[in-house]
């Protein structure tokens, strides 16, 4: 066991799928000898050479179709995309050809490609480089959208990532990237694509949260316990294909639900576990669904610290749920 | 303009110094399979005016540059097409039958009815299936040809692009990443002169598309599109630099789409009857056929037998595309991932169990 950051869980899951086997390689802009403008490429070009730790040209749509290319031919291409900001030029890649191979061909073709991207807000990073674009992704039938919380997870689901037949588009929280650290096995495991894990028992309400939001679900709750209020925490994982069978579990088990994204509100993730619950388990409630998210607004350099969903705003929807 | 390559003149006359590697026999096959391309294009254009097919988007007049390039790649090359390069498959050896059950989109067809028509996909034949969106195929044609030589084989790609999609960032991303890396893709630009409406003088200030390449770092080569050897010469040439490990080409074929952008179009909107007149003075085929007959390949009679079974051909291909049911409403939800998740089985179900669900029987209703 040794503790590790994030950012050392995706290092090290790179190193150990592209130890286990030589069709993966990694691409992107400073993947190579920078080793990653966060460092999650870091060695692996001193350890795997040119033809599997490419640097590419600055296009994020010849990334991903690069990629796409290098699946359909047998690879198993890793790309990073920077900034999840600026995975845009290549939605068009991504959306409608990535995550379309496999149907539009008959399952002929496939490309199961991995794409790496770090998402969110919490780094002062203005607009362009904290947004959470997951939405735009889970409307897109043919993709895998996982995002991990902790370091356990990360290593665990990249793992599983880099060894499914089906196209990821793998976000990785980049506020909680360097701390805490986490305590990860040495041995070779992979996490469940497609798990929730509850990460709090409680019997009164459920906050749903993924990514970075998990750990200010996680504080929330320890303020509700000061009030008598015990909730449960359900760590989505796996944001398609949703663990629904869980959601459902848990809010069967609690009747009240608090949905937390740091996204913002409208079209958001949130709203569609609230409509599954309203369409699955609406008799179970008893009180209306409450969705903390981000703000219908552009997302904010200076201000972020009130843009994003802190605990105290959690709490607030947390006694609408207990006081209903 | 940068020269044109032309190993046949307009009245079929050869340029002995420039004729290429090609026996007797495959020569005739390539006049055969334009000849084919052809009578698919007469028949699927009328089976969609009589509502039989949804959509059509011929290749006429661009026979020489579709089977003239994709000749000159192997079976295990692989091909990422346009929208006019059926051709290219049917010439890997693609059943027809399959070809028509694309085209008509039921069981029989191999993607299950997916596409619109002319959106082929064979694995077998290294013939990688197509979107509709413009310039997409380019880069991943990049790709495979990175993937080829990351693994260290000898195989090339074959990437087609219109003259439009030359304006689309995928273009630019493209030819970028495959010089610098020396990727081995031959990229083949069909400069038909029209984007749906738009000119190619409104597509782009430049003189000609091939010497966009020398930006890039790569050869770029401009070859008469009507002129099916000059194509299988250029495009030879290209695959065996890609092949020697020396990269990318980009090959444009000077050529002119005589019908409309697909079956939605009426090109007789933006364009003038003489200007179309005047290619089709240049038709491709007939140009073949002239020096076919003068080089004593073929004569009438062999033309008039291989004209006769390509039609019988085709005939009996749509006719058994069109004897075929439609494809199961279970194929709506297979293969949208590798095993179906728990929301997709719901609404199979639900599907399935609908009253007026299930198989549906009929003419297809567009």
Not at chain 2, 25 to 52: A, I, K, P
Not at chain 2, 66 to 86: C, I, N, Q
Not at chain 2, 129 to 145: D, E, K
Not at chain 2, 215 to 243: C, E, H, I, S, W
């Amino acid at each position: 066991m040794a503790e590790i950051t994030i950012v050392q869980a995706v290092n090290d899951a790179l190193k150990e799928e592209m130890t286990r086997d030589d069709d993966v390689v990694v691409l992107g802009e400073d993947v190579g000898v920078n080793g990653g403008v966060f460092r999650c490429t870091a060695d692996l070009h001193e350890m795997f050479g040119d033809d599997r730790v490419i640097d590419t040209p600055l296009s994020e749509s010849g990334i991903i179709g690069a990629a796409i290319g290098m699946s359909l031919y047998g690879l198993k291409a890793v790309p990073e995309i920077q900034f999840s900001d600026f995975i845009w030029p290549a939605f068009d890649q991504i959306t409608s050809e990535l995550a379309k191979f496999r149907y539009r061909s008959g399952g002929q073709f496939t490309c199961p490609v991995v794409i790496r991207t770090p998402y969110g807000g919490g780094i002062r990073g203005g607009h362009y480089h904290s947004q959470s674009p997951e939405v735009y992704f889970t409307h897109t039938s043919g993709l895998v959208v996982v995002v991990p919380s902790d370091a356990y997870d990360a290593k665990g689901l990249l793992k599983a990532a880099i060894r499914s037949p089906d196209p990821v588009l793998f976000l990785e929280p980049k506020k909680i990237y360097r701390a805490p650290k986490m305590e990860v096995p040495d041995d070779d495991y992979v996490v469940e694509i497609g798990k929730a894990a509850v990460r709090r028992e409680g019997t009164d309400f459920t906050i749903t949260a993924y990514g970075a939001m998990v750990e200010v679900a996680m504080a929330a709750c320890e303020k509700a316990a000061e009030k008598g209020w015990n909730g449960e925490v359900l760590d989505l994982r796996t944001l398609v294909p949703l663990d629904e069978e869980s959601l459902i579990a848990s809010v069967t088990k609690t009747g009240r639900l608090v949905t937390l994204q740091e996204a913002p509100k409208f079209c958001g993730f949130s709203s569609e576990l609230s409509a599954i619950v309203a369409e699955k388990a609406i008799d179970v409630m008893e009180a209306p669904i409450k969705r903390v998210a981000g703000f219908d607004t552009p997302f904010p350099y200076t201000l972020e610290h009130v843009y994003m969903p802190h605990a105290d705003r959690v709490l607030n929807a947390i006694t609408e749920v207990m006081t209903y | 303009m940068t020269d044109v390559l032309q190993v046949l003149s307009e009245q079929g006359d050869i340029d002995n110094s420039l004729i290429p590697d090609l026996t007797e026999e495959r020569m005739v096959e390539l006049y055969r399979q334009m000849l084919t391309v052809r009578q698919l294009d007469t028949r699927m254009l009328n089976l969609q005016r009589q509502g039989r097919i949804g959509f059509y988007g011929t290749c006429k007049g661009q026979e020489a540059a579709t089977v003239g390039s994709g000749a000159a790649v192997g079976p295990d090359d692989w091909v990422f097409p346009a929208l006019r390069e059926g051709g290219v498959l049917l010439l890997r050896g693609f059943d027809l039958d399959k070809y028509t059950a694309q085209l008509v989109g039921c069981a029989l067809d191999p993607t299950h009815g997916r596409q619109m028509p002319c959106h082929f996909s064979s694995a077998e034949h290294n013939y990688v299936s197509l979107s509709s969106v413009i310039g997409t195929q380019i880069n991943q044609a990049m790709g495979v040809g990175w993937a080829m030589k990351i693994k260290g084989d000898k195989n090339v790609c074959l990437g087609y692009m219109g003259d439009g999609a030359t304006s689309s960032t995928d273009f630019h991303a493209a030819l970028t990443f495959a010089a610098v890396h020396k990727v081995p893709t031959v990229f083949v630009c069909q400069n038909n002169q029209f984007a749906i409406s738009v000119p190619f003088s409104k597509q782009t200030a430049s003189n000609g598309i091939a010497i966009k390449a020398h930006a890039y770092g790569m050869p770029g080569v401009a070859v008469d599109g009507n002129d099916v050897l000059a194509v299988y010469k250029a495009t030879q040439d290209a695959v065996a630099r890609a092949r020697a490990g020396d990269g990318p080409t980009l090959i444009e074929a000077i050529t002119y789409r005589i019908e409309g952008h697909s079956s939605s179009d009426d090109a007789s909107r933006y364009r003038d009857d003489a200007e179309v007149e005047m290619w089709k003075k240049r038709d491709p085929i007939e140009r073949f056929r002239r020096y076919l007959t003068a080089a004593g390949l073929v004569d009438d009679s062999v033309v008039e037998e291989i004209a006769t079974k390509v039609k019988n051909d085709v005939d009996a291909a749509i006719k058994a595309a069109e004897a075929s049911p439609m494809p199961s409403v279970e194929t709506i939800f297979t293969d949208v991932y590798a095993e179906m998740p728990a929301h997709l089985r719901e609404q199979r179900d639900q599907t399935l169990n609908e009253s007026g669900g299930g198989e549906n029987e009929g003419a297809f209703p567009l």
